[in-house]
């Protein structure tokens, strides 16, 4: 099969790319996931041009000789500006797409070659990658990689959610953890919590079970900015509810995340109590308390979609109650950038 693999610059582009590039994406999203509408193309491109000022981001195109496009390599790594190099630095985030009636051509090998000499230019000595489909996880197999987390993505629908169950969360969460209240913000996280806000959500993140990935979180006040600023400049929301000790220390905390534009759903982000606060249903008062202000504000919203390791028994047992049901597996898989770059023959 003939092909041609050209870097793919979204803000150099000429408007008519664009057309070419949405059949592609639309394509593969209907393969994935059939019974979803199709995202937002405005919130595509806005996304696609977003800034990563700290990150090295990159992405090849593969075309046919009549400038169809049929796969794409998407590549990413920290900068030393970025607030997480210092625990990332090794590390390349690779990812490789060919559209379903061109694959066994050797399209994806090619792609990942493609990114993997960017990794080994920037010396990154783990590539992490994912997949939520079988040929991603035997491509991946086939070239010698390791399975280091296995997740799902899980979705709630409005309609299976039990009111009457989630108001007895709020109810108990009151009355379990007295003095405690429950506070929110919209988009823009207050200046004054802003630092202690962003410490524990790191700690959260890499609290999480994380299995044999090595990626871990480290997000201080001007990465935050940073990306409030991006999800304002992409259309983006994001809305939080954390939980407030008497003495003013944040505990525990959710976010939801959602574009107006693809208005069916929300995604529901990180849930996180600290250590010291769990057993007392904090978590369980938190989700219950944005399901209904999910339900109350987005009165459109059909479901929430999460991710989910399937070590991750706590959140599991909150969400299971909820109504979340397996939507499809989403993996994580690491290559050692030498080993991968022996059998690609770089
Ligand atoms: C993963 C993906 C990019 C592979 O693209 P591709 O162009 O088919 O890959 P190649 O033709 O270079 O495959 C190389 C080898 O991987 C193995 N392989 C790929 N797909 C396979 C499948 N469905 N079943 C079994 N083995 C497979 C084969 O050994 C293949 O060599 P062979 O055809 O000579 O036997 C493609 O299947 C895809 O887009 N999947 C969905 C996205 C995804 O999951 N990506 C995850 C990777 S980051």
Same mark, same amino acid.
């Given at each position: 099969?003939?092909?041609?693999?050209?870097?793919? =610059?979204?803000?150099?582009?000429?408007?008519?790319?664009?057309?070419?590039?949405?059949?592609? #994406?639309?394509?593969?999203?209907?393969?994935?996931?059939?019974?979803?509408?199709? %995202?937002? $193309?405005?919130?595509?491109?806005? $996304?696609?041009?977003?800034?990563? %000022?700290?990150?090295?981001?990159?992405?090849?195109? @593969?075309?046919?000789?009549? /400038? =169809?496009?049929?796969?794409?390599?998407?590549?990413?790594?920290? !900068?030393?500006?970025?607030?997480?190099?210092?625990?990332?630095?090794?590390?390349?985030? #690779?990812?490789?797409?060919?559209?379903? /009636? &061109? $694959?066994?051509?050797?399209?994806?090998?090619?792609?990942?070659?493609?990114?993997?000499?960017?990794?080994? *230019?920037?010396?990154?000595?783990?590539?992490?990658?994912?997949?939520?489909?079988?040929?991603?996880? *035997?491509?991946?197999?086939? &070239?010698? @990689?390791?399975?280091?987390?296995?997740?799902?993505?899980?979705?709630? +629908?409005?309609?299976?959610?039990?009111?009457?169950?989630?108001?007895?969360?709020?109810?108990?969460? @009151?009355?379990?953890?007295?003095?405690?209240?429950? +506070?929110?913000?919209?988009?823009?996280?207050?200046?004054?919590?802003?630092?202690?806000?962003?410490?524990?959500?790191?700690?959260?993140?890499?609290?999480?079970?994380?299995?044999?990935?090595?990626? $871990?979180?480290?997000?201080?006040?001007?990465?935050?900015?940073?990306? +409030?600023?991006?999800?304002?400049?992409?259309?983006?929301?994001?809305?939080?509810?954390?939980?407030?000790?008497?003495?003013?220390?944040?505990?525990?905390?959710?976010?939801?995340?959602?574009?107006?534009?693809?208005?069916?759903?929300?995604?529901?982000?990180?849930?996180?109590?600290?250590?010291?606060?769990?057993?007392?249903?904090?978590?369980?008062?938190?989700? *219950?308390?944005?399901?209904?202000?999910? !339900?109350?504000?987005?009165?459109?919203?059909?479901?929430?979609?999460?991710?989910?390791?399937?070590?991750?028994? *706590?959140?599991?047992?909150?969400?299971?109650?909820?109504?979340?049901?397996?939507? =499809?597996?989403?993996?994580? &898989? !690491?290559?050692?950038?030498?080993?991968?770059? =022996?059998?690609?023959?770089?």
């Amino acid at each position: 099969m003939k092909f041609r693999i050209k870097e793919f =610059k979204p803000r150099e582009v000429p408007d008519e790319f664009w057309e070419g590039y949405f059949e592609f #994406i639309e394509s593969n999203h209907r393969e994935m996931n059939p019974d979803d509408p199709l %995202p937002s $193309r405005e919130g595509i491109i806005q $996304r696609q041009k977003a800034d990563y %000022p700290d990150y090295t981001v990159k992405r090849w195109l @593969a075309y046919t000789p009549e /400038n =169809k496009i049929i796969g794409w390599v998407g590549f990413g790594a920290s !900068k030393e500006t970025a607030s997480d190099h210092e625990e990332n630095k090794h590390i390349a985030q #690779i990812n490789v797409r060919v559209l379903k /009636n &061109y $694959r066994r051509k050797g399209l994806g090998t090619e792609l990942l070659k493609t990114a993997l000499k960017e990794a080994i *230019a920037l010396d990154r000595t783990t590539i992490e990658t994912g997949t939520d489909h079988e040929a991603g996880a *035997a491509f991946l197999k086939h &070239y010698g @990689a390791q399975l280091t987390i296995e997740g799902a993505e899980n979705r709630l +629908e409005m309609e299976d959610v039990d009111w009457d169950l989630m108001q007895s969360w709020i109810d108990e969460g @009151a009355k379990r953890a007295p003095g405690v209240t429950i +506070e929110e913000f919209d988009n823009i996280c207050p200046e004054v919590i802003i630092d202690e806000y962003v410490e524990m959500f790191t700690e959260a993140l890499n609290m999480q079970p994380l299995g044999e990935t090595e990626g $871990r979180a480290n997000i201080d006040a001007e990465a935050w900015r940073k990306n +409030e600023q991006r999800r304002g400049e992409t259309g983006q929301k994001n809305y939080a509810m954390y939980t407030k000790e008497p003495d003013g220390r944040i505990s525990g905390l959710t976010d939801i995340y959602f574009d107006p534009r693809d208005g069916d759903r929300i995604h529901q982000g990180l849930t996180g109590v600290r250590p010291k606060f769990r057993g007392k249903g904090l978590g369980k008062w938190l989700k *219950a308390k944005m399901i209904f202000h999910i !339900k109350e504000n987005y009165p459109d919203v059909q479901r929430i979609l999460t991710g989910n390791a399937e070590t991750n028994e *706590a959140m599991l047992s909150i969400n299971k109650r909820m109504g979340f049901k397996r939507y =499809k597996g989403e993996d994580g &898989y !690491k290559f050692k950038t030498e080993e991968l770059a =022996k059998k690609l023959g770089l």
